[in-house]
């Protein structure tokens, strides 16, 4: 456990030296909001929460590529995998927490009648989920203009595909959409459950995603055997 | 004294203490590299030309080593093969090294000397052979392995928390092999140091929880004169406290100061023990 909270310590520290990267995730979601407050205020929330998806994971992304030269060193220095992605994972769910906040205590301030509770739960789940995603595409591809352009793809189908399609529930970030309807349009209970249940199945998907890629890109090589 | 003259004197003097054409040739290089990034003065950075050489004469290979007995094997590597595509790069080399022991992986560039180090770590994959690593390893590549965005100490701090080192102690034992190295480290962020002093860290990184088997690629790139004679008093000590060290390295011209010299230049097999 001490190993993973130094990692997750250092990965702050990192990430909070980045100040114009943290400037950017800061202002970023205030771009989504502002763009539909005059003319759809459920829709600028809808927009904030994903502008917030896509904010934590690029951060994802960047953190797991600048780490990629680190981390086989310290595996060879007793970290295990799991160690090594689950303390990146608990930095960048609070940074997350971080980011978020401000947005939920505008929205608190600046919308009327809609489910605070569900737009909070809304950005918990974006904060789980938007990190895991950043972290698989950065496993899965090296070179971060690749993920960059994945996650661009993902946030753009995100906000142009209809929620109400099947195609759309293979979105990382439906459940936004979903459990947003819930919380603008007063919906029935149902559509927080299938949000919940969406964010549930991604998140447990894009873990096994992010550990299995870990474990191949740092497992022990098969020619070599360490003798105690 | 401009660089171009000081570097011609650096060259005639290092003929002139019988250091080997493409030994004088790296040496002048590296001086010339680390003169154009710093752009110090010559005569501030390395002092005389035949002071530095002499020094550079003195110190390649630092003691002879003493017969010593050998101790329990730390690292066998045994038929590595590796190839890049149809290109092999090794094929069939072998190396054991003992405990208290020094050896020495040299040869031409593109001989495959990196990338049988980074077998032996585990860090590349080989087509074929095997290593057996008796104890822990400590790695120090020949650029990269830091964080940019983190200081000395916390580089200390992480690492030493993977080897089961409280906090405290990895400072203090990283600040004590950094001070073996002329560097006391500050508060700048890595990718602020130098190449040279961001190279000190990655050997101290390396060092830190005191590993049975050290795998060092040309960790010196950048030192100048008296942290490049720092680096081999240390190598030095690591094997008289019974470590295994090998070293990638070009500066080697007295072959009788290690124990062990694997040469790569000749074929792409290769065998040492």
Known sequence: MTRTFTVAEMSLRELTRRRGVLLMLLILPLAFYLARRGDHLGQSIRFVCLGLCWALSTAALFTGSAARALEPRLRLSGYRTHELFLGRLVALWTLGVALSLPYFLLIRLDQQDVRYGAIAVIMLLGVVVSPLLGLAVSALLPRDLEGMLVLLTVVGLQMIMDPAGTASRALPFWFTREIGTYAIDHTPAPYLTRGLIHALVTTTLLMLVVAVAFTIRLRQRPHLRFVS | ?273
Not at chain 2, 17 to 43: I, M, N
Not at chain 2, 94 to 100: F, H, I, K, Y
Not at chain 2, 160 to 166: D, L, N, P, Q
Not at chain 2, 222 to 231: C, M, P, S, V, W
Request: proline share 5%; net charge neutral; with cysteine.
């Open chain 2, 1 to 273: 004294m401009r660089p171009e003259i000081w570097l011609a004197a650096l060259s005639d003097e290092l003929r002139r203490h019988g250091v080997g054409p493409d030994l004088a040739g790296h040496v002048v290089a590296e001086a010339a590299a680390h003169l154009r990034d710093s752009g110090e003065q010559p005569l501030r950075a390395f002092g005389a030309p035949a002071a530095y050489a002499a020094a550079v004469a003195d110190s390649v290979g630092g003691p002879v080593a003493a017969a010593r007995p050998a101790g329990p094997v730390r690292l066998r590597a045994v038929d590595i093969v590796k190839r890049y595509g149809r290109r092999p790069v090794l094929a069939g080399v072998s190396l054991t090294v003992r405990a208290g022991q020094v050896a020495a992986v040299v040869g031409a560039n593109g001989s495959g000397k990196s990338t049988f180090l980074r077998i032996c770590a585990g860090l590349a994959g080989a087509d074929g052979g095997r290593v057996e690593v008796h104890g822990t390893i400590g790695y120090c590549p020949q650029a990269g392995g830091t964080a940019d965005f983190l200081r000395a100490d916390e580089h200390f701090a992480l690492i030493g928390a993977g080897r089961g080192i409280r906090r405290g102690e990895a400072l203090r034992a990283g600040a004590h092999a950094a001070a073996a190295l002329d560097w006391r480290p500050g508060p700048q962020q890595s990718r602020h140091l130098s190449g040279g002093t961001r190279q000190k860290l990655n050997l101290v990184l390396a060092a830190l929880g005191d590993p049975d088997v050290l795998l060092l690629d040309e960790p010196y790139q950048g030192f100048d004169r008296g942290t490049y004679l720092d680096f081999w008093h240390e190598v030095w000590r690591w094997r008289d406290e019974g470590r295994a060290v090998v070293v990638v390295t070009h500066l080697l011209n007295q072959l009788d100061r290690v124990d062990v010299v694997l040469d790569l230049s000749a074929s792409t097999a290769g065998a040492a023990a």
